[in-house]
Every structure is written in structure tokens, then in C-alpha cells.
């Protein structure tokens, strides 16, 4: 009876201990996660790649802390303490945005930036059931911010989609000046790019020439009142995961093949390791044109691994108050 006993101790002990390995395998992981914002891409991408799957990790890690939790082990401290490190990273993976959050007294000093990618308009395609263009440019009128940094933004010159007319028509009322950067695709009629629109005049404009077809970033030197702002709109490289790349990762769940899941990991691992060292390079270049600024400065950037648009700003000493709204289009 004591030898059963004493086995059945056995075993629960090794099975504890297996759990704890796998904890601490994944705590290692979600803290790499949390932390890929700190390391250059271009010297290690793992942590970037590792980076898309931060929400994933931080519920295993939750899962296991119950687990602990209700065994009454004091392992629960691992994952408790790794979660109470990332907690900081939990608002750019799980941003609350409310109505109220963005009402601050409108002074002279103040303006609104709407920072949104409008994934090619959606397909460009007109709303046919009114009279009103695409809800998007609806809601960009609507919102009524007094800049508007969009990305992925593009028109088809075709009377059966939003042209480079209908969306400059549309928006000229509210936003007499803008600075536009697109590349022509090969079909010679759509394009692919970034667009900021202003309800201040805009005295100078550039961009930032990293050697990409579709990823652009544009700065544009704003006047407001009597002081100058210098706007970064940015579309940095995305991971390009095609929807055949989806359907592999998919695929993995329920597949057992040792060989597949190798070839499918190495596959994807390369893809997102290419296009987080381009981004990094990408990043530099915005970065060394951010140190160079004369002006007060404020980027709206698009990232791959952000889960979102941020709208941010970088300047200490920035002589005006933004409120920034970014906007999270449906998938």
C-alpha cells in the first residue's frame, strides 16, 4: 500500500514538474514577445516574428497561472511575475479607445489627427445604394479631425471605382491642402501609397526614399497659426503573408506530420524574418529624418507587427496638443 502510494507521489511530482518546463518555455517566449520592440530586427528577427503571437502567449500564460492556482503551488509566481513585467505591453496589443478619452478642451494649440489605413478604399468600389461616395470617405468627412494621415491609399481611374477625382472632390471641401505619395501600378490606372489631408496650409513636403515599391513615408511641414509642425506619415514594410500562407499556418493545428510542420514553420519563419529586417532598415531611415527635424514633429505609422495605427508624438518640447485617433478597419 505505502509502495502504491509513494508511486502515485512519484508520478505527481514528474507530472508538475512537466508542466512547469512547458510554463517556462512559454513564459520564455511571451517575454521575448514583449520585448522584440527593443531588439533591431536587422541583428535578430526571432523576437519580431515571435512578436505577432504576444496575445496567444499571454493567454497560455493565464491559463497556466490558473492552473497553479488551483493545484495551490506556488509556481503560479512564474507566470504571475511574467505577465506583471509585459502588463505595459498590454494597451499597443489591447488598445481601448472611448468617446470620452479623446474630449479635451479645443484651444488654439489643439488639433486632431485621424491616423487610418484605408486598405485601397476597399477595393475602390463605389456604394451603389446612394448617392454618398464609399463609407470610408464618409467617415473621414464626418469625424471631422483636422488632419488626416492615411495609408495604403490608392484609386482606380475607372468608372466603375473611386478615382483620383472622386476621393480629391470629395474631400477638397474640408481639406483644401494635401500631400499625396503613390506608386503607378503596372497596370498603369491604380496606384499604392500614403495621403495627407489638412485643414492648415501646407508650406513644405517630402518624403523619405528607402528604395520600396509599396511602402512610402512623407513629411509634410504644417503652418498652425504662427508656429511650423512636421507630419511623418509612414507605411513601413508588412509581412506580405498571402491568404496560402494562412491556410498552412491553419493547417497546422490539426496536422501530425513532423516534416510538414518543419517546412511550414521554416517557410513562414524566413518570410517574417526578411520583411522585420526591412522594416528595421525602414525604421532607421524615418528615425535619422526625425532627428533632423527643425520643427516640432508628430509620425502617424502603419506597422505589420503593431496590431493597430498608432499616431504618436516624439517631440518633448512639441508647441501643440494632439488628439490622435487611430482607426481599426474591419479584417
Given at each position: 500500500?505505502?509502495k502504491?502510494?509513494?508511486s502515485?507521489?512519484?508520478?505527481k511530482?514528474?507530472f508538475?514538474?512537466?508542466?512547469?518546463v512547458i510554463?517556462?518555455?512559454?513564459i520564455?517566449?511571451f517575454?521575448i514577445?514583449?520585448m522584440?520592440?527593443?531588439?533591431?530586427?536587422s541583428n535578430?528577427?526571432?523576437p519580431s516574428?515571435?512578436s505577432?503571437f504576444?496575445?496567444?502567449?499571454?493567454l497560455?500564460?493565464?491559463?497556466?497561472?490558473?492552473?497553479?492556482?488551483?493545484?495551490?503551488?506556488?509556481?503560479l509566481?512564474?507566470?504571475?511575475i511574467?505577465?506583471a513585467?509585459m502588463?505595459s505591453?498590454l494597451y499597443t496589443y489591447?488598445p481601448?479607445h472611448?468617446?470620452?478619452a479623446n474630449?479635451?478642451?479645443?484651444?488654439?494649440s489643439?488639433?486632431?489627427?485621424?491616423?487610418?489605413n484605408v486598405?485601397?478604399?476597399?477595393?475602390y468600389?463605389?456604394?451603389?445604394?446612394?448617392e454618398?461616395?464609399h463609407?470610408i470617405i464618409q467617415?473621414?468627412?464626418?469625424l471631422?479631425?483636422?488632419?488626416?494621415?492615411?495609408?495604403?491609399?490608392?484609386?482606380?481611374?475607372?468608372s466603375?471605382?473611386?478615382s483620383e477625382?472622386?476621393?480629391l472632390n470629395?474631400?477638397?471641401?474640408?481639406y483644401?491642402?494635401?500631400h499625396?505619395?503613390?506608386?503607378?501600378n503596372?497596370?498603369?490606372?491604380?496606384t499604392?501609397?500614403?495621403?495627407?489631408?489638412?485643414?492648415y496650409?501646407?508650406?513644405e513636403?517630402?518624403?523619405?526614399?528607402?528604395?520600396?515599391?509599396?511602402?512610402h513615408?512623407?513629411?509634410?511641414?504644417?503652418?498652425?497659426?504662427?508656429k511650423t509642425?512636421?507630419?511623418?506619415?509612414?507605411h513601413?514594410?508588412?509581412n506580405?503573408?498571402?491568404?496560402?500562407?494562412k491556410?498552412?499556418?491553419?493547417?497546422?493545428i490539426?496536422?501530425?506530420?513532423?516534416e510538414?510542420?518543419q517546412?511550414?514553420?521554416?517557410?513562414?519563419?524566413?518570410?517574417l524574418?526578411?520583411?522585420s529586417k526591412?522594416?528595421?532598415?525602414?525604421?532607421?531611415?524615418?528615425?535619422?529624418?526625425?532627428?533632423?527635424s527643425?520643427?516640432p514633429?508628430?509620425?502617424?505609422?502603419i506597422?505589420a507587427?503593431?496590431?493597430?495605427v498608432?499616431c504618436e508624438?516624439f517631440?518633448?518640447?512639441?508647441c501643440?496638443?494632439?488628439v490622435?485617433t487611430p482607426?481599426?478597419?474591419a479584417?
Amino acid at each position: 500500500m505505502k509502495k502504491i502510494a509513494f508511486s502515485a507521489n512519484k508520478m505527481k511530482k514528474i507530472f508538475n514538474i512537466l508542466f512547469l518546463v512547458i510554463n517556462i518555455l512559454f513564459i520564455g517566449l511571451f517575454l521575448i514577445s514583449g520585448m522584440a520592440s527593443y531588439i533591431n530586427p536587422s541583428n535578430l528577427s526571432f523576437p519580431s516574428s515571435v512578436s505577432l503571437f504576444f496575445l496567444p502567449l499571454l493567454l497560455i500564460n493565464v491559463v497556466f497561472l490558473l492552473f497553479w492556482a488551483m493545484r495551490m503551488k506556488w509556481y503560479l509566481l512564474f507566470p504571475l511575475i511574467a505577465i506583471a513585467c509585459m502588463w505595459s505591453n498590454l494597451y499597443t496589443y489591447l488598445p481601448i479607445h472611448t468617446a470620452s478619452a479623446n474630449q479635451i478642451e479645443k484651444t488654439p494649440s489643439t488639433i486632431s489627427i485621424l491616423s487610418y489605413n484605408v486598405k485601397l478604399f476597399d477595393f475602390y468600389k463605389k456604394n451603389k445604394s446612394t448617392e454618398n461616395y464609399h463609407e470610408i470617405i464618409q467617415y473621414i468627412i464626418e469625424l471631422d479631425a483636422d488632419i488626416v494621415c492615411l495609408q495604403e491609399f490608392g484609386y482606380y481611374n475607372s468608372s466603375d471605382f473611386l478615382s483620383e477625382k472622386d476621393i480629391l472632390n470629395a474631400l477638397q471641401g474640408k481639406y483644401p491642402y494635401h500631400h499625396i505619395k503613390y506608386h503607378l501600378n503596372s497596370n498603369g490606372k491604380s496606384t499604392y501609397g500614403v495621403a495627407t489631408f489638412s485643414q492648415y496650409p501646407i508650406a513644405e513636403k517630402g518624403e523619405i526614399d528607402y528604395g520600396s515599391t509599396f511602402n512610402h513615408t512623407i513629411y509634410s511641414d504644417i503652418r498652425i497659426n504662427d508656429k511650423t509642425l512636421r507630419l511623418f506619415n509612414c507605411h513601413l514594410e508588412s509581412n506580405r503573408l498571402t491568404f496560402n500562407d494562412k491556410r498552412k499556418m491553419a493547417e497546422l493545428i490539426d496536422s501530425t506530420s513532423q516534416e510538414k510542420i518543419q517546412q511550414t514553420t521554416s517557410q513562414l519563419g524566413k518570410k517574417l524574418g526578411a520583411a522585420s529586417k526591412k522594416r528595421a532598415l525602414q525604421a532607421d531611415s524615418v528615425a535619422a529624418n526625425i532627428a533632423r527635424s527643425p520643427y516640432p514633429i508628430i509620425v502617424c505609422r502603419i506597422t505589420a507587427t503593431a496590431q493597430g495605427v498608432f499616431c504618436e508624438s516624439f517631440c518633448a518640447a512639441c508647441c501643440f496638443s494632439a488628439v490622435c485617433t487611430p482607426f481599426f478597419p474591419a479584417s
